[in-house]
């Protein structure tokens, strides 16, 4: 690994204070699988997360997909099998450091330096399985090894777990402004000073790769590249599904508890927001209204209110039924099982679209096709509102600003209506 300028470094720490990105709560996730590609990519890119993850008890386990033997390519079998042990060594007296020296750490000895993402991804499916969130190398990290455990993990999570990849060689090949890097996927996690002087230790563990190569090459991490590792935040890169939720995923939700698993009928969150975005309508009256995803139906009531019609449809069975239910008394009201972007959920001649909760869920490509069909759908001067948490759910391609974006992007809207609260995002837009 070349060592960086220190102009170079310091274009990366101006680029990460003028960015303001989400921060990883480390009380979250209850079960984390880290995934490295070699022993210390975890204490390079992911220590003070891992460090933080594990004091708040949630369980964390290692996969390690190579032993890193190939890290000296001059080296013969016998050789790499010692550099093998020693980097194994290492791996676990760093581990003591993090506090985590009782954490499982699964060895799973595939080729260094020729890393197979489909192979990897199969040994990864079982270990990802029952996770809630993950973090794994970079996917578009500059050294094949961690592409490919990047996009291995990535293929194998289930639609359930949070994904978070963080860089190594980035920081040392790519510049800040490399369209590369996904800038608008940056989460961070920011470390406390006990942290970042474990994280610092654990580093220091790794003396195999800290010390001169054999036949006096230059070391793979040289002094100069350690302050990239040694920095008060460590960044991550949140990972983006590339297809939209799957249908048997809200059935398996409203399945479960009490049939409401985001809480609609009892949250101040809900009932708030709720209350903000019928408020936001800009007209008193309208004529006839979908509400595409409406869940259990408990925004439907007040939509009721102020429509003459409502079509209101949903992904899950269970939440048709149990909307229908909340809903029957209500004159005008229909619910039927739609699952956008399925155009019926968007009936033609509508002068309202309430996306609540929903578009989030669809692909950017989806998504799209959301907008062409809303566009066909709403009558001219009709309106539509877009209303989403800004988290970002697990099962979801994209967060809310970036699929808020699409819709405001599309020059036949306009919008009228723009509220950014600490917990949502609200815009009504009407057709041109």
Do not use: N
């Amino acid at each position: 690994m070349s060592a960086p300028s220190p102009t170079h470094l310091a274009d990366w720490r101006d680029a990460l204070a003028a960015r303001d990105s989400r921060a990883i709560d480390p009380t979250e996730p209850r079960r984390l699988l880290v995934v490295a590609a070699h022993p210390d990519d975890e204490t390079l890119g992911a220590g003070g997360l891992m460090q933080a993850v594990h004091a708040a008890g949630g369980r964390v386990e290692l996969v390690v997909a190579t032993d890193g033997d190939a890290a000296f390519p001059e080296l013969d079998a016998d050789d790499r099998a010692e550099l093998a042990r020693t980097r194994w060594a290492e791996l676990g007296r760093a581990l003591r450091v993090h506090g985590m020296g009782s954490v499982r750490v699964h060895r799973l000895g595939m080729p260094d330096s020729a890393l197979d993402a489909d192979a990897l991804a199969e040994r990864l499916d079982p270990l990802l399985r029952d996770v809630d969130a993950y973090l794994a190398p970079w996917s578009d990290d500059p050294h094949p090894d961690h592409a490919a455990a990047g996009r291995a993990a990535a293929a194998a999570a289930p639609v359930h777990a949070h994904g978070w990849e963080y860089p190594i060689w980035m920081w040392v090949r790519t510049r800040p402004d490399d369209p590369a890097v996904p800038w608008p996927r940056a989460v961070h996690y920011a470390l406390t000073d006990r942290q970042r002087r474990l994280k610092r230790r654990a580093v220091g563990c790794f003396v195999s790769q800290l010390e001169p190569a054999p036949g006096g090459g230059p070391p793979i991490l040289p002094e100069q590249v350690l302050p990239c590792f040694d920095t008060p935040t460590e960044l991550y890169f949140r990972v983006a599904r590339e297809t939209s939720a799957p249908v048997r995923r809200f059935e398996q939700l409203y399945a479960r508890g009490d049939g409401d698993p985001w809480q609609t009928r009892t949250s101040w969150y809900e009932q708030r927001k709720q209350a903000v975005t019928v408020a936001c309508l800009p007209r008193a009256r309208y004529r006839h209204a979908a509400e595409p995803g409406c869940g259990l139906g408990t925004l439907t009531p007040a939509l009721a209110q102020r429509c003459d019609r409502v079509d209101a449809s949903d992904y899950s069975a269970g939440a048709v039924e149990a909307a229908a239910r909340a809903t029957g008394h209500l004159p005008g009201v229909t619910v039927t099982a739609r699952a956008l972007p399925d155009p019926a959920a968007l009936p033609a001649g509508i002068d309202l679209a309430m996306l609540s909760e929903v578009l989030y869920y669809l692909s950017p490509a989806d998504v799209g096709a959301v907008v062409d069909r809303l566009a066909d759908a709403l009558v001219p001067g009709g309106d539509a509102v877009l209303a989403h948490w800004r988290g970002w759910p697990a099962e979801a391609p994209q967060d809310a600003a970036r699929t808020h974006a699409q819709v405001l992007a599309d020059p036949r809207f306009e919008m009228l209506v723009e509220h950014t609260d600490e917990k949502f995002l609200l815009h009504v837009v009407r057709r041109r």
